[in-house]
């Protein structure tokens, strides 16, 4: 893994990890409020951080930690994230830009999946076998002049 994926991974950690605490720290000081105003400031905050927790925050946790691990799932992650991050001036747009930049170069190559097509060539075994001796090679392919050979071996054997 390289510097950047590395310091990509801990930006968001940092980031939507602060943005956590902050938004429950948040959320528990209205709770516990004595103001009469409390009630509509939680019905207008409330959803407002659940949506931006479930929806960017908790993703940008678990794919920071997949990174971190060389997972290849939170590469997807991350550039979902980085995509709708890039429309928040100016800060978004760097760290948007920043991620984007990084795992859809060469750094973030390391964390693609092989295609399904490269995969199924290297598992089909080649046409062409290797060849070998003529006495293992006959056991291993036989073939019209195999056979009188592999008969003849068998008689020995059975006697």
């Known amino acids: 893994m390289t510097g950047r994926i590395r310091l990509l991974a801990w930006i968001y950690l940092v980031m939507c990890g602060v943005s956590l605490a902050i938004g429950t720290i ?35 946790l678990i794919g920071g930690v997949g990174l971190l691990r060389g997972k290849a799932w939170a590469r997807a992650i991350i550039i979902v994230l980085s995509f709708l991050i890039v429309l928040l001036f100016p800060v978004g747009t760097a760290l948007g830009g920043f991620g984007l930049w990084v795992l859809l170069g060469r750094e973030g190559n390391a964390f693609r999946p092989p295609d399904r097509l490269d995969q199924s060539r290297k598992d089909v075994v080649p046409p062409v ?21 592999l008969r003849d071996r068998i008689s020995e054997l059975a006697v």
Request: proline fraction near 9%; glycine fraction near 6%.
């Open 26 to 60: 948040v959320l528990i000081g209205l709770l516990l409020s004595r103001d009469t105003q409390r009630d509509s400031a939680l019905l207008f905050i409330g959803p407002l951080f659940l949506a931006m927790a479930v929806l960017f925050f908790l993703p940008g």
């Open 129 to 149: 076998s290797v060849s070998t001796s003529p006495a293992v090679a006959s056991a291993i392919e036989p073939n019209a002049d195999a056979v009188p050979r």
